[in-house]
T-cell receptor
Framework: GQQVMQIPQYQHVQEGEDFTTYCNSSTTLSNIQWYKQRPGGHPVFLIQ?????EVKKQKRLTFQFGEAKKNSSLHITATQTTDVGTYFCAGPRYSGNTPLVFGKGTRLSVIA | DAGITQSPRHKVTETGTPVTLRCHQT?????MYWYRQDPGHGLRLIHYSYGVKDTDKGEVSDGYSVSRSKTEDFLLTLESATSSQTSVYFC??????????????FGPGTRLTVL
């Protein structure tokens, strides 16, 4: 079945530095979603990418979907302490109406 | 936040006892999911439901059963809890499955400790 790998597992940055997490799938994805989980909280949906090569921005966050629809990235410009948390990517387990399979996440720590 | 509640929020139990976790939604979403979250493993799907009385297994379903008798409620049962089932359990909902471009909304989680 579908596997989604995410790197790095942990990232520590100084406030103001940039951060990037990468997501790679073993198969082509119909779409990919990104979630953020604050410490002690629950995952919260950030965005969904559908088209090959798609790029979407949310303020300081930039999301990309690869041309082959097998990889994705999340880039945060000039991190802030509010960016602390774990970022997960997720893609459909199989084609059609199926559950998502989540990557193991990248935990971001921001040092003020 | 979407209308999803989980009960109990915290539970400590002993090995061998049955445990039932409840997820309740007020969004009338068709799909409901149970995940467990453990350090180093991310979110792993236990079971999911695509309608009343329609359920299917996820990747870590052994030792768990589920039931959905109403759209709004999805129950997760550990028939005989083991220490390996100590985890944080999240319920999630979505209007449709992951292949149909709909995000999942997560509940606040239940922290279960099995001694």
């Amino acid at each position: 079945g579908q596997q989604v790998m995410q790197i790095p597992q942990y990232q520590h940055v100084q406030e103001g530095e940039d951060f990037t997490t990468y997501c790679n799938s073993s198969t082509t994805l119909s779409n990919i979603q990104w979630y953020k989980q604050r410490p002690g909280g629950h995952p919260v949906f950030l965005i969904q990418l559908v088209k090959s090569g798609e790029v979407k921005k949310q303020k300081r966050l930039t999301f990309q979907f690869g041309e082959a629809k097998k990889n994705s990235s999340l880039h945060i410009t000039a991190t802030q302490t509010t960016d602390v948390g774990t970022y997960f990517c997720a893609g459909p387990r199989y084609s059609g109406n199926t559950p998502l399979v989540f990557g193991k996440g990248t935990r971001l720590s921001v040092i003020a | 936040d979407a209308g999803i509640t989980q009960s109990p929020r915290h539970k400590v139990t002993e090995t061998g006892t049955p445990v039932t976790l409840r997820c309740h939604q007020t969004e009338n979403h068709r799909y409901m999911y149970w995940y467990r979250q453990d350090p180093g493993h991310g979110l792993r799907l236990i079971h999911y439901s695509y309608g009343v009385k329609d359920t299917d297994k996820g990747e870590v379903s052994d030792g768990y059963s589920v039931s959905r008798s109403k759209t709004e409620d999805f129950l997760l049962t550990l028939e005989s809890a083991t220490s390996s089932q100590t985890s944080v359990y999240f319920c999630a909902i979505s209007e449709s499955g992951g292949g149909s471009y709909n995000e999942q909304f997560f509940g606040p989680g239940t922290r279960l400790t099995v001694l």
